[in-house]
């Protein structure tokens, strides 16, 4: 999975559970306590589409089944999921939003997207590109020239990960400022010189290296080439265009505080640690500190993929994919994966950030958009949106 947190080593750094908010609760507690409700914890909901029509008549049920069996056998704390088709769409929920007290998850919850908000960015970018406003084929000095190997590194190796910056996120000083202050707020030069302090792991263009460096540097790109802050160009050029009521850039925008709370869990003694407030959204920043739900989500990748929020130059640009030598995501593109489902080849990207993890992507031959959200760090969701493509394969 391609994460804002991907590369951190929690092994490496016990202080990270140390210092978490613990709010332990057994597995066995937690699903015969969520199984008693007498409110399901799911929501199909009414949309703009209309799910009333024949498909998602049928699909509605199985879905749901689907969901919440696989919100059991993944042991998930809470799970929302949203599936757009081309005349109907379908939203739902299962688990908790919190544990205590007690919060049933609902289909329209916020929660945490993590580096799916590099696909996002990547929009705004390559907007630009159309205006005429940069070039992919710029190198960083034209925006940050006292970075490493800026005048060899383009815009284009930034997007993709094959620009061979260290990734901030895997220097040892960042967990130690971390853990020392909780809460922490950062700012992109900070991140970027955690990034620049660490050893290349490639020259620029040698090869795919994931990085959360890449993004913090895009956001410098960007305002520089707009002069206006990053959470502006998303709000008006994303968010607002496209009824995104539920989405921001947290950190940069004043967000709503979210009802929904971050969980790990540790199998070999079944007990759950709240990590709600561990970290800023400022230590993500343009890497993965979006908040969204799986509505506003599917929302977006349905309109990359089927409307003109990307000309189809810029889009084809999207999906040149560079090897990754992970089955699971053979490819990745301008902050696009390729993802293997059932239901057929399958584009978007995944997301974990402390707490939280994500997975949105499009599938061409449905013509379907998928998107399923956790409040669990360690989850598996790619696992959950194979279950939901499965039911949608079989129709």
Same mark, same amino acid.
């Not at 919100?71 to 809470?78: D, F």
């Not at 088709?85 to 007690?102: D, E, I, V, Y």
């Not at 999207?318 to 995501?329: F, I, K, L």
């Not at 990207?349 to 997975?359: C, K, L, N, R, W």
């Given at each position: 999975?391609?994460?804002?947190?991907?590369?951190?080593?929690?092994?490496?750094?016990?202080?990270?559970?140390?210092?978490?908010?613990?709010?332990?609760?057994?597995?066995?507690?937690?699903?015969?306590a969520?199984?008693?409700?007498?409110?399901?914890?799911?929501?199909?909901?009414?949309?703009?589409?209309?799910?009333?029509? *024949? =498909?998602?008549?049928?699909?509605?049920?199985?879905?749901?089944?689907?969901?919440?069996?696989?919100?059991?056998?993944?042991?998930?704390?809470?799970?929302?999921?949203?599936?757009?088709? %081309?005349?109907?769409?379908?939203?739902?929920?299962?688990?908790?939003?919190?544990?205590?007290?007690s919060?049933?998850?609902?289909?329209?919850?916020?929660?945490?997207?993590?580096?799916?908000?590099?696909?996002?960015?990547?929009?705004v970018v390559?907007?630009?590109?159309?205006?005429?406003?940069?070039?992919?084929?710029?190198?960083?000095?034209?925006?940050?020239?006292d970075? %490493?190997?800026?005048?060899?590194?383009?815009?284009?190796?930034?997007?993709?990960?094959?620009s061979? @910056?260290?990734?901030?996120?895997?220097? %040892?000083?960042?967990?130690?400022? *971390?853990?020392?202050?909780?809460?922490?707020?950062?700012?992109?030069?900070?991140?970027?010189?955690?990034?620049?302090a660490?050893?290349?792991?490639?020259?620029?263009?040698?090869?795919?290296?994931?990085?959360?460096?890449?993004?913090? /540097?895009?956001?410098?790109?960007?305002?520089?080439?707009?002069?206006?802050?990053?959470?502006?160009?998303?709000?008006?050029?994303?968010?607002?265009?496209?009824?995104?009521?539920?989405?921001?850039?947290?950190?940069?925008?004043?967000?709503?505080?979210?009802?929904v709370?971050?969980?790990?869990?540790?199998?070999?003694?079944?007990?759950?640690?709240?990590? @709600?407030?561990? =970290?800023? %959204?400022?230590?993500?920043?343009?890497?993965?500190?979006?908040?969204?739900?799986?509505?506003?989500?599917?929302?977006?990748?349905?309109? =990359?993929?089927?409307?003109?929020?990307?000309p189809?130059?810029? /889009?084809?640009?999207m999906?040149q994919?560079?090897?990754?030598?992970?089955?699971a995501?053979?490819?990745?593109?301008?902050?696009?994966?390729?993802?293997?489902?059932?239901?057929?080849?399958?584009?978007?990207?995944?997301?974990?950030?402390?707490?939280?993890s994500?997975?949105?992507?499009?599938?061409?031959?449905?013509?379907?958009?998928?998107?399923? =959200? @956790?409040?669990?760090?360690?989850?598996?969701?790619?696992?959950?949106?194979?279950?939901?493509?499965?039911?949608?394969?079989?129709?």
């Amino acid at each position: 999975m391609l994460c804002w947190n991907d590369m951190i080593s929690k092994q490496a750094h016990p202080m990270m559970k140390r210092l978490a908010l613990a709010t332990a609760l057994s597995w066995s507690a937690f699903w015969s306590a969520a199984c008693s409700e007498s409110t399901v914890p799911f929501q199909q909901e009414e949309s703009s589409l209309g799910t009333a029509n *024949a =498909l998602c008549d049928q699909l509605s049920p199985q879905l749901q089944g689907a969901l919440e069996e696989a919100a059991l056998s993944e042991h998930l704390s809470g799970v929302t999921s949203s599936l757009r088709l %081309p005349n109907c769409t379908w939203q739902g929920a299962a688990g908790r939003a919190q544990m205590k007290p007690s919060m049933a998850m609902k289909a329209d919850d916020r929660l945490r997207a993590g580096s799916i908000t590099k696909t996002f960015v990547s929009v705004v970018v390559l907007q630009l590109q159309a205006e005429g406003k940069l070039s992919l084929e710029s190198t960083l000095a034209a925006y940050v020239p006292d970075f %490493p190997l800026a005048h060899s590194m383009t815009v284009r190796q930034l997007l993709n990960h094959t620009s061979g @910056t260290g990734n901030y996120t895997q220097n %040892p000083a960042f967990f130690t400022q *971390a853990m020392a202050t909780p809460g922490k707020t950062w700012t992109p030069e900070e991140l970027i010189a955690l990034g620049a302090a660490l050893s290349p792991s490639s020259e620029p263009g040698a090869r795919w290296a994931y990085s959360n460096t890449n993004y913090i /540097l895009l956001k410098r790109v960007i305002e520089k080439a707009t002069g206006a802050p990053l959470a502006q160009q998303l709000r008006t050029r994303i968010f607002e265009p496209l009824s995104l009521r539920n989405t921001g850039l947290d950190g940069d925008e004043p967000i709503p505080p979210l009802a929904v709370h971050g969980y790990t869990h540790s199998p070999k003694n079944g007990t759950w640690t709240d990590l @709600t407030g561990l =970290l800023h %959204p400022s230590a993500a920043n343009a890497a993965g500190a979006l908040v969204s739900n799986a509505e506003d989500l599917s929302r977006f990748f349905q309109a =990359l993929f089927e409307d003109s929020l990307l000309p189809p130059q810029q /889009l084809a640009e999207m999906t040149q994919w560079v090897p990754t030598e992970d089955p699971a995501m053979p490819g990745y593109g301008l902050a696009l994966v390729q993802i293997p489902t059932p239901a057929g080849p399958g584009y978007g990207h995944t997301g974990s950030i402390p707490g939280f993890s994500a997975v949105t992507l499009y599938v061409p031959e449905q013509r379907a958009t998928l998107s399923v =959200l @956790t409040n669990l760090e360690d989850a598996n969701h790619r696992q959950v949106a194979q279950r939901l493509l499965k039911v949608l394969a079989g129709r």
